[in-house]
T-cell receptor
Framework: DGGITQSPKYLFRKEGQNVTLSCEQNLNHDAMYWYRQDPGQGLRLIYY???????QKGDIAEGYSVSREKKESFPLTVTSAQKNPTAFYLC???????????????FGDGTRLSIL | AQSVTQLDSQVPVFEEAPVELRCNYSSSVSVYLFWYVQYPNQGLQLLLK??????LVKGINGFEAEFNKSQTSFHLRKPSVHISDTAEYFC????????????FGIGTKLQVIP
């Protein structure tokens, strides 16, 4: 079945440590997204990528970094500069172009990051 | 710029009763509208979407929503809820062109009471 796989499901970080969250999709989607979810705040966009080797900052990019070396993969690194990283992180993907303009985003099952 | 307002953060309802989850949006351009459901510790799953045409949209699990352009609303309804409908529901809007930025509401937690 096609879908989005996020790993790990749960992740713990020590103070001052960088951690990388994995997101892989086999939907052949061009666009991929990272969201942060906090209670009562909905989803906030961290970074997005519309094509391989290109990505843009979202609304809350500070303290995060991404790469898009392959169409299938869009890993997110939470750096030590992110002072409040405890949250639920969701990855999504979507087809691009006029043929896919009315299609919704597809979501992975998320990674919950906690600080030790 | 576009925005989404979900007017209720929590909605308790008895099993088999009807429910309406409210969503209002603001946008200077035409938009697509979506409702997603999220079960605990899972991602978002699409319930239904409005793109154009009929203003009454039917989705999965017996849910439906009505697009009202004059009131800029897209309320979600179900005539009879089940315990398994207990989840968080998100309304979202997407503009039509270019990057198609998606804006999500803050979510409404539906608690179905046995």
């Amino acid at each position: 079945d096609g879908g989005i796989t996020q790993s790990p499901k749960y992740l713990f970080r020590k103070e001052g440590q960088n951690v990388t969250l994995s997101c892989e999709q086999n939907l052949n989607h061009d666009a991929m997204y990272w969201y942060r979810q906090d209670p009562g705040q909905g989803l906030r966009l961290i970074y997005y990528s519309q094509i391989v080797n290109d990505f843009q900052k979202g609304d809350i990019a500070e303290g995060y970094s991404v790469s898009r070396e392959k169409k299938e993969s869009f890993p997110l690194t939470v750096t030590s500069a992110q002072k409040n990283p405890t949250a639920f992180y969701l990855c999504a993907s979507k087809g691009q172009g006029s043929r896919n303009s009315n299609q919704p985003q597809h979501f992975g099952d998320g990674t919950r990051l906690s600080i030790l | 710029a576009q925005s989404v307002t979900q007017l209720d953060s929590q909605v308790p309802v008895f099993e088999e009763a009807p429910v309406e989850l409210r969503c209002n949006y603001s946008s200077s351009v035409s938009v697509y509208l979506f409702w997603y459901v999220q079960y605990p510790n899972q991602g978002l799953q699409l319930l239904l979407k409005y793109l154009s045409g009929s203003t009454l949209v039917k989705g999965i699990n017996g849910f439906e929503a009505e697009f009202n352009k004059s009131q800029t609303s897209f309320h979600l309804r179900k005539p009879s809820v089940h315990i398994s409908d207990t989840a968080e529901y998100f309304c979202a809007v997407s503009d039509l062109g270019g990057y198609q930025k998606v804006t999500f509401g803050i979510g409404t937690k539906l608690q179905v009471i046995p």
